[in-house]
């Protein structure tokens, strides 16, 4: 009885370490995306629009800020300000916004290698088709490029100083990720993105011209498109099955929708903003 009760023993130590092991398994697909071939694949595509009255852009006066004439070469409103238009909308179309599809496990080539932003005139302008708003790689590189300089002025002749400060924000807290000058026509910045935070995003201004921002928010897999001036996007080779599609705009926050995409599917998923 005793030898009987010592190999019960045995195998229930036994089974709960295969019942252990098989459950590692079945967690193995849940991990890190991967490329794969994609059959049937089909595509999602819509507008972001706007109802109502967007608000007024924010105004700066560049009197309070270093190389005020320099500056006041771009978005200027004539009379020493600058305008910063955070919810940009032309005939109810809205631009600078993100639309992507989080949980793909695996699909088509994913090829972000790193954000590339300029500084230019005084602006943060992303490189991804819109210039106010763009897509990072948590753990990825951002990389941002001085293109100023003011031959009217000795001290900026060589280069125009700015500050990139980049903070991962999320609701009403942000902390700094990098805060580095930037004071060489041609000098490029490289930082890596580091957001600790589920579901935040990341904000760059310039500490020498506060009217210079940009906004990111990371990606985990390459179904997404950054939206521009016409409002249209387009996401294709998504494998036949049922998501939700997320639209994000910094200041106005973040929609979604369900979808389902059939093979060779051709699926329509418009949004629509309001104040």
Sequence with gaps: MRQFSVMAVLAGVLGL???????????????????????????????????????APKTFDFAKFPQ????????SDGKGHRLLHEVTVNNGV?????????GV???????????????????????????FVGVVLNKGEIRVTNMDADPSDPKS???????PHGYEVKGATSSTMFNKPLPNKGQT?????????????MKMECDQHNFMNAYFIPVENPYYAVVGKDGTFTIDQVPPG???IKVWHPILGEEEQKVTVAANGK???NFEYTK
């Design 68 to 75: 005020p004439e320099f500056c006041a070469k771009a978005d």
């Design 157 to 163: 002749a060589t280069g125009v100083l700015h500050n």
């Design 189 to 201: 910045l490289t930082e890596t993105v580091k957001l600790r935070k589920k579901e935040s995003f």
């Design 17 to 55: 370490g295969l019942l252990w092991v098989g459950s590692l398994g079945a967690d193995e697909g849940a991990g890190p995306y991967k490329e794969a071939p994609v059959a049937n694949g089909g595509t999602i595509s819509g507008k972001i629009t706007f109802k109502g009255t967007p608000p």
């Design 94 to 102: 809205m631009a600078d916004v993100v639309v992507f599809i989080e």
């Design 105 to 131: 496990p695996a699909g088509k080539p994913f090829k972000l290698a790193g954000t590339d932003v300029k500084a230019d005139t005084c602006r943060f302008l992303v490189q991804q088709g819109s210039d």
């Design 242 to 244: 049922t998501y939700e």
């Design 267 to 269: 699926v329509t998923a």
